[in-house]
């Protein structure tokens, strides 16, 4: 029986709908307040170094298709399993630890908005969603796997029209008279380059789906790539309507500048559209990720790269410690406390540079690959050579370089940066030469990689029972 | 016009694929063989622990061609990109000369033999 295909709106929807977060809008409304309009420079910039790296990743998933370890495998293969740990944990369960958690700040910021009059702080909606989404997990039940498509499209729609209506002004009586550039400084928009990116992040998690995809060879880095244009046009098109209808000031101190956006253009109507569609779109947003996460970890420890406790599952066949501890930890960062616009984007930045690491070591893996394996078949090949890796990995590094246009913003971020690093790298060192008892550097042979695919793997390369094939090997 | 014989052993499922590129690549006919054999893991499973001493013959599809040499390059592409998984077992191809096709029925030689008759 023929599955039927999804075709290039299908791969765009699915692509945009997983990039975009409620979280994206307070790093919009925190860039827009500060540069102004100038601030669609800055999000073009990272448009087109997030579609560099989709290109990369597009010819890294045609070279080793189907891995459902993505980027921990690729560098697996790539770089060995020392940087394959700090770029996975690091890359995406402590970034995603952190940038979910101000996600669900969003949550927390969004019922204060509505319900002054309960005096209650964000962060204690934050915590009992938390722990309500911890408990569901344990017990196994996905209640948004149905909705969550309903979801993300649902907000997406909403800040196209949002966006359509003030930049053609609906509202003429309501229109605020202020600059629509506030700095056409280069270095000012560069410094905002960092916080452009956190809106595109995420075009990878649509490489899952390249199995159901008819030709997915062009269909999917064109249909990431087109996602990635759209929604530039489309936070451009907010952009412009931020300047029609909020004042800067009162934009860069909102924790909910789309709410503030929607009372501002619809009244009462934009207050509750906005709302609504945001609550949904982060209790879903965030449940899957506590979800993915404990799964991604439930991944690498099958691979070896985390401890085994990670593989141990509950009666319902959820695997408890991961959802537990990425769980609790979003919990903890929430009870500290992130009331204000501010700490939120610190810990979005901070995030972001994990991410951005994450992506420079993809382009990296491409230029690898590329060497060592030649004349191996590539359904899919980033066009001129190694020009797009290169240029990608110099562009991040350069966002990196510029992470917040505040110095010492910029040098907390390095210091919690380090911090995590550091800590990084003394569990990836340790891990792989006491637990994995594999050198640090030495890739593994793609073949080997591919393999952890296959359900049999564990049982026959267990470490713990000996039984080991998976070698250190250099493609000749 | 010179020729070269292109012969691939690969797994079941991917005989279709190739039927279906046929007539993109102005190929006229192919022979498929069932047949068993093993490379150079002997047989191994990509996630068994120990490499088989002993080769085991695990059951393949062979499938032979013939088409003028010009085209190989582009054949061979595009087989390569749909045979290719990554995985250990992805096949094999082996390309060679053709000195000379006889069409029996006719007497037919070289290209012509390969060709459609023409009445």
């Known amino acids: 029986m023929n599955e039927k295909k999804l075709g290039l709106p299908s791969i765009i929807a699915t692509s945009a709908g997983l990039i975009i977060a409620t979280s994206c809008l307070l790093s919009l409304g925190v860039g827009s307040a500060a540069i102004g309009e100038s601030f669609i420079i800055s999000m073009v910039i990272a448009c087109v170094l997030n579609i560099l790296f989709a290109l990369s990743v597009s010819e890294l998933n045609a070279l080793m298709p189907n891995l459902t370890g993505g980027l921990a495998q690729y560098t697996l293969a790539c770089m060995g399993p020392f940087i394959s740990i700090i770029a996975m944990v690091g890359g995406y369960l402590v970034c995603n630890t952190m940038i979910s958690s101000a996600e669900c700040a969003m949550f927390g910021n969004t019922l204060n908005s509505i319900f002054p009059q309960f005096g209650l702080s964000g962060s204690v909606y934050c915590v009992v969603l938390l722990i309500i989404l911890i408990v569901v997990n344990l017990r196994g039940v996905d209640m948004f796997a149905k909705v969550q498509n309903f979801v993300a499209y649902g907000l997406i729609f909403s800040l196209l029209i949002m966006g359509i209506l003030g930049t053609i002004k609906i509202n003429p009586s309501d229109i605020v008279m202020q600059p629509a550039v506030l700095s056409t400084n280069f270095a000012d928009i560069t410094s905002y380059c960092g916080l452009a990116f956190f809106l595109f992040i995420g075009c990878e998690y649509a490489i899952p789906i ?7 060879k062009r269909k999917l880095p064109l249909g990431m790539v087109i996602s990635l244009v759209v929604i530039c046009i489309m936070f451009s098109l907010l952009v412009i309507g931020f300047k029609n209808y909020t004042p800067w000031d009162a934009l860069g101190e909102s924790t909910t500048p789309h709410v503030l956006y929607g009372t501002a253009l619809l009244g009462p109507l934009g207050t509750y559209w906005m709302a609504i569609v945001s609550i949904f779109a982060v209790v879903s947003s965030v449940n899957t990720i506590i979800s993915s996460l404990s799964y991604i970890a439930f991944g690498m420890a099958k691979i070896g790269l985390l401890p085994d406790i990670f593989m141990k599952v509950n009666k319902k066949g959820a695997p408890w410690f991961g959802i537990i501890l990425f769980g609790g930890t979003m919990s903890v960062i929430n009870a500290a406390g992130l009331s204000t616009s501010a700490s939120l984007s610190f810990l979005i930045l901070t995030g972001t540079v994990f991410w951005m690491i994450a992506y420079i070591i993809t382009h990296i893996n491409v230029l690898i690959l590329r060497k060592r394996l030649p004349k191996a078949p590539r359904a899919f090949k980033v066009p001129g050579g190694p020009v797009i890796p290169v240029v990608g990995s110099i562009g991040i590094l350069w966002m990196i370089w510029n992470i917040s246009s505040d110095s010492a913003t910029r040098l907390s971020i390095y210091g919690v940066s380090l911090l995590i690093l550091v800590a990084l790298v003394i569990y990836a060192a340790v891990w792989t030469k006491k637990s994995m008892k594999r050198d640090l550097f030495t890739p593994y042979a793609v073949e080997d990689v591919m393999a952890m695919e296959n359900e049999l793997y564990p049982v026959y390369n267990n470490p713990k029972t000996g039984a080991s094939k998976v070698h250190p090997v250099m493609e000749k | ?100 096709i006889i069409r029996v029925r006719t007497g037919e030689e070289g290209y012509a033999a390969l060709m459609p008759q023409k009445h």
């Open chain 1, 210 to 216: 390249a199995n159901k995809v008819d030709n997915p």
């Open chain 2, 1 to 100: 016009m010179e020729l070269s014989r292109i012969e691939i052993i690969t797994s079941n499922a991917k005989i279709e694929t190739l039927r279906s590129a046929m007539g993109k690549y102005g190929i006229t006919g192919m022979t498929v063989f069932q047949v068993m054999g093993c490379g150079v893991q002997y047989g191994t499973q990509e996630y068994e622990g120990e490499a088989k001493v002993e080769p085991t013959l695990l059951p393949k599809q062979m499938v032979m061609l013939v088409l003028p040499k010009e085209d190989v390059p582009d054949f061979l592409k595009f087989v390569s990109e749909e045979l290719y998984t990554g995985h250990i077992g992805d096949g094999k191809i082996f390309v060679s000369d053709i000195e000379n």
